[in-house]
């Protein structure tokens, strides 16, 4: 069985210690405002990840765990979140444009995927940790695979477009996998995950050509 111990300080090298006092900080800080206590430790886990990755401190760290915690607020299926940027950095006395410059450079280190509401509002996606975006790649792959042994057997034809519809339908309204409201957001995800699928099934159009036409 697996346990967890508290690590002694003193055997932790010092970049280690740095990193867990940093994000210790950005807990506290976090909590002097009227947060939502829940988005928390995702908030710090940012933190924690991007100083790893870049090895260094940023200049403020303090606007790095704002902008990580309007990132994991700003999930799918917090639709409707129209709270404005303004509104959201008067809160923190945060000016906007530091804002977007710290929420890029989180996003873009993690390659978040950004989608807009129909009301110009943005909302992230984590492409590694996304519970709901792992369940849409699942389901894809499933049909994808399916409608490729269709294609090599009966010489059914495949039609992305089609495809793609069918799948948003099932993702919404089956598996409830992502807001309804988001239909058409998710119909450009989808389309990108099934065109990324069909070029890996490269080998079965050549065989199919190959051995059935």
């Known amino acids: 069985m697996l346990e ?7 055997i932790l090298n010092t970049k280690d210690r740095i990193t867990i ?3 210790k900080d950005g807990e506290e800080f976090l909590k002097q405002f ?4 829940d988005f928390l430790l995702d908030t710090v886990s940012i933190i924690y990840k991007y100083l790893r990755i ?6 403020n760290l303090y606007k790095f765990c704002i902008a990580a915690y309007y990132i994991v607020t700003r999930h799918p299926f917090a639709f409707p979140a129209h709270e404005t940027k ?3 950095c008067i809160k923190f006395n945060l000016e906007i444009s530091s804002l977007e410059y710290c929420v890029s450079k989180i996003t873009s280190t993690f390659g978040y995927i950004k989608i807009l509401d129909n009301m110009n509002f943005p909302y992230f996606i984590d492409p590694e940790r996304d519970l709901s975006l792992e369940i849409i790649k699942n389901i894809v792959k499933s049909k994808i695979e399916s409608a490729m ?14 495809l793609t519809e069918e799948l948003v339908s099932n993702i919404v309204f089956e598996h409830h996998a992502f807001p309804e409201e988001l239909f058409r957001q998710l119909y450009d995800i989808v389309s990108s995950l099934v065109e ?3 070029s890996e099934h490269n080998e079965y159009v050549m065989l199919q050509q190959k051995y059935f036409i």
């Open 4 to 10: 967890l111990y508290t690590p002694d300080l003193e």
């Open 149 to 162: 042994m269709k294609f090599l057997l009966y010489n059914k034809p495949v039609n992305s477009q089609i």
């Open 34 to 37: 009227d947060i939502n206590q």
């Open 86 to 88: 303004k509104e959201f």
């Open 21 to 23: 006092d940093l994000i």
């Open 54 to 59: 870049k090895g260094k401190v940023p200049q």
């Open 196 to 198: 990324a699928e069909f």
